[in-house]
């Protein structure tokens, strides 16, 4: 861990397990600490804590929400008093952090006899925000993406959860989440035209998968371009799935069934791998440049739906606005326009804006009634005696100079 100076007249925090930056700007231009949200999760999965490893984590944070299986906290002022890189090492399987400047980070710890730094190559090759390291027997991936296209409020307390399935597809081969940190390179045109994708797109779409995208601020158009093709065994029937497993050996079924019995972990992970390989058949992929113009044709495709929308709405409203009106008109027609003036004068005398504004709708309405009936002289002549008998009521005249009546688009002689 380390101090360095990078952007004019802010500090930054420049950790990293893989000697990669994940920036936290700590201080003002003044270099007085200022408030800034900060939030952290830890998930511990494969192990629950002991009490040892609570005192270890509170004796870090007296006002951290410690659990058996996670860390959770936030900071307005100041920063976490630890390495997340560390927490990750000795404790956890899982960590997100997020700050108010847009920062996102989400760490992952899998067993490397499960996944490989080889595996994720494909992927993560030539992405600047991502690093691999190993400790022990595990591969700690760490994603930190500084500047993320996201809204502040997007994730509250707790979201870990939607993302904590990722993990579990991982250790079963299933390696689309990493596809979608390759998309970002898409994204941000790092890559060229032909390069080709690491995978047949993602199909079918998780929630998990989808919660990833967004807490990325990965453009949804590129994700949903990748979402319309996917690997063929994405999505196994009952029937498959039972003649591949029918095909294991019985001794290797047997002894599957012992590690289950001693409780040990990701064996299922290990089988669904193992399932995922046999069934798996080559497929066609795409390259960075059609999944580019795929994006804008899905985004131009939303733009005209939203833009028909719409224009069926308005025209809706413009509808009902013509209805209403034809109905004022025709009460206003069997009341008679004598009794249609002295409303007029009444709401003009009550000198308010409502007053007003109800004033100049009848007289739109009036108006139209006096171009079917014929009487169009007799309404400007009256039109014009009002505006000399109430000339001094300023608001009153200029709205009657806008001419708006309730239609929108009347307008008074």
Same mark, same amino acid.
């Given at each position: 861990?380390?101090?360095?100076?990078?952007?004019?007249?802010?500090?930054?925090?420049?950790?990293?397990?893989?000697?990669?930056?994940?920036?936290?700007?700590?201080?003002?231009?003044?270099?007085?600490?200022?408030?800034?949200?900060?939030?952290?999760?830890?998930?511990?999965?494969?192990?629950?804590?002991?009490?040892?490893?609570?005192?270890?984590?509170?004796?870090?944070?007296?006002?951290?929400?410690?659990?058996?299986?996670?860390?959770?906290?936030?900071?307005?002022?100041?920063?976490?008093?630890?390495?997340?890189?560390?927490?990750?090492?000795?404790?956890?399987?899982?960590?997100?952090?997020?700050?108010?400047?847009?920062?996102?980070?989400?760490?992952?710890?899998?067993?490397?006899?499960?996944?490989?730094?080889?595996?994720?190559?494909?992927?993560?090759?030539?992405?600047?925000?991502?690093?691999?390291?190993?400790?022990?027997?595990?591969?700690?991936?760490?994603?930190?993406?500084?500047?993320?296209?996201?809204?502040?409020?997007?994730?509250?307390?707790?979201?870990?959860?939607?993302?904590?399935?990722?993990?579990?597809?991982?250790?079963?081969?299933?390696?689309?989440?990493?596809?979608?940190?390759?998309?970002?390179?898409?994204?941000?045109?790092?890559?060229?035209?032909?390069?080709?994708?690491?995978?047949?797109?993602?199909?079918?779409?998780?929630?998990?998968?989808?919660?990833?995208?967004?807490?990325?601020?990965?453009?949804?158009?590129?994700?949903?371009?990748?979402?319309?093709?996917?690997?063929?065994?994405?999505?196994? /029937?009952?029937?498959?799935?039972?003649?591949?497993?029918?095909?294991?050996?019985?001794?290797?079924?047997?002894?599957?069934?012992?590690?289950?019995?001693?409780?040990?972990?990701?064996?299922?992970?290990?089988?669904?791998?193992?399932?995922?390989?046999?069934?798996?058949?080559?497929?066609?992929?795409?390259?960075?440049?059609?999944?580019?113009?795929?994006?804008?044709?899905?985004?131009?495709?939303?733009?005209?739906?939203?833009?028909?929308?719409?224009?069926?709405?308005?025209?809706?409203?413009?509808?009902?606005?013509?209805?209403? =009106?034809?109905?004022?008109?025709?009460?206003?027609?069997?009341?008679?326009?004598? /009794?249609?003036?002295?409303?007029?004068?009444?709401?003009?005398?009550?000198?308010?804006?409502?007053?007003?504004?109800?004033?100049?709708?009848?007289?739109?309405?009036?108006?139209?009634?006096?171009?079917?009936?014929? /009487?169009?002289?007799?309404?400007?002549?009256?039109?014009?005696?009002?505006?000399?008998?109430?000339?001094?009521?300023?608001?009153?005249?200029?709205?009657?100079?806008?001419?708006?009546?309730?239609?929108?688009?009347? =307008?008074?002689?």
């Amino acid at each position: 861990m380390w101090i360095g100076w990078n952007k004019p007249n802010k500090l930054y925090y420049l950790a990293s397990a893989a000697n990669r930056r994940c920036a936290i700007d700590l201080c003002s231009k003044d270099q007085s600490l200022v408030s800034e949200y900060q939030y952290y999760e830890f998930l511990a999965i494969d192990r629950p804590l002991d009490k040892a490893a609570q005192a270890a984590l509170r004796s870090i944070s007296e006002r951290a929400r410690i659990t058996s299986t996670s860390f959770v906290n936030h900071y307005e002022w100041g920063d976490l008093k630890g390495d997340p890189s560390e927490f990750m090492k000795r404790w956890f399987d899982l960590h997100l952090y997020f700050a108010n400047w847009n920062a996102r980070r989400l760490m992952l710890r899998v067993p490397t006899r499960l996944v490989s730094r080889t595996d994720l190559e494909p992927f993560l090759g030539e992405i600047d925000w991502v690093g691999a390291s190993t400790s022990g027997d595990n591969l700690i991936v760490d994603l930190c993406r500084e500047e993320a296209d996201v809204d502040d409020d997007d994730w509250p307390d707790g979201q870990l959860a939607a993302l904590a399935p990722l993990r579990a597809d991982v250790l079963s081969g299933d390696f689309r989440m990493f596809y979608l940190v390759w998309l970002t390179a898409v994204q941000d045109e790092s890559l060229p035209d032909d390069a080709i994708e690491p995978l047949p797109g993602i199909a079918p779409l998780t929630g998990a998968l989808e919660a990833f995208a967004d807490f990325f601020g990965i453009d949804p158009d590129l994700v949903a371009a990748a979402a319309q093709s996917g690997a063929s065994d994405a999505a196994q /029937s009952k029937d498959a799935l039972r003649k591949l497993i029918a095909a294991i050996p019985e001794a290797e079924k047997t002894d599957l069934l012992l590690r289950v019995v001693d409780g040990e972990g990701h064996v299922a992970a290990e089988l669904k791998n193992r399932l995922r390989q046999k069934s798996s058949t080559p497929t066609a992929r795409r390259t960075a440049g059609s999944l580019r113009i795929l994006a804008r044709e899905i985004a131009e495709a939303r733009d005209r739906a939203e833009a028909k929308r719409r224009e069926a709405e308005r025209r809706r409203q413009a509808a009902a606005a013509e209805k209403a =009106r034809r109905a004022r008109i025709d009460r206003l027609k069997q009341r008679g326009a004598a /009794s249609v003036w002295r409303e007029i004068e009444q709401e003009i005398e009550r000198r308010n804006p409502t007053g007003y504004d109800n004033a100049i709708g009848l007289l739109s309405d009036l108006q139209v009634l006096a171009g079917e009936e014929g /009487s169009q002289n007799d309404f400007d002549r009256r039109l014009a005696e009002m505006r000399v008998r109430h000339e001094k009521k300023v608001k009153f005249i200029e709205r009657l100079n806008n001419g708006l009546g309730d239609d929108g688009d009347a =307008r008074l002689i």
